[in-house]
């Protein structure tokens, strides 16, 4: 960041200020933020001469709203026919997340839209997106100071079951909706083995944020 403002002549950050970028970006990798900030530094903003603030810096990683918000809604509806009702999921980005949790939970939207024509789900669209776009600006995987921290996978009707008839040692993979491939479930160790269903302890967790 200062190299930052030596290239743009301007005042450079405090340590203190460094600090508070560092933390509102650290959802990010540190390569992600580099080559956003070397983004601004060509573009036409760079021209007022001030360092970019991480705002700035999470518009240009996040992108254009509406065509983020289009592949969102064609990942979605993939995800849904690929996997559905019954497998545990993980999206890409957090936002994916909180839309689906406040539309119902995986697997109640998974059996509600599995039944809609194109016509109808083209109608709920405008939902999604709306929270999709939302959740960008508010939700996140990890604890960060002004965001709403989401689960980090969506679980599926067999791991509902196995956790609710106390069976979790046999739970089921957890699906990069993304790549398709199986996501070690070591990492979300401490999930499986809490309290109750992942996906029903999300939706709580929203709400209380929400009504905050």
Not at 42 to 48: F, I, N, Q
Not at 82 to 110: K, M, N, T
Not at 125 to 131: E, I
Not at 154 to 177: C, H, K, R, T, V
Request: glycine share 8%; with cysteine.
């Amino acid at each position: 960041m200062n190299a930052t403002a030596e290239e743009l002549y301007a005042k450079p950050k405090s340590a203190s200020g460094l600090s508070l970028t560092f933390k509102l970006l650290s959802g990010y990798s540190l390569d992600t933020v580099q080559r956003a900030v070397y983004q601004f530094l060509l573009s036409s903003e760079a021209k007022y001469k001030q360092v970019p603030s991480a705002a700035q810096i999470q518009e240009i990683v996040i992108g254009d709203p509406e065509e983020r918000a289009h592949y969102a809604w064609r990942l979605f509806l993939t995800a849904m026919d690929r996997r559905g009702y019954y497998d545990s999921v993980r999206f890409p980005e957090p936002a994916y997340h909180y839309a689906i949790q406040l539309l119902g939970g995986w697997q109640r939207v998974c059996e509600e839209y599995g039944q809609l024509t194109d016509k109808e789900l083209e109608f709920r669209r405008g939902a999604f997106t709306a929270l999709f776009t939302k959740g960008s600006r508010e939700s996140s995987f990890d604890p960060i100071p002004g965001k709403l921290q989401v689960r980090p996978y969506l679980a599926g009707q067999f791991e509902a079951s196995n956790m609710s008839n106390g069976y979790s040692q046999f739970l089921p993979p957890i699906y990069d909706i993304e790549t398709g491939k199986e996501i070690d479930r070591e990492q979300f160790k401490q999930l499986s083995q809490g309290q109750g269903n992942p996906a029903a302890m999300l939706v709580g967790n929203l709400c209380s944020g929400i009504t905050k």
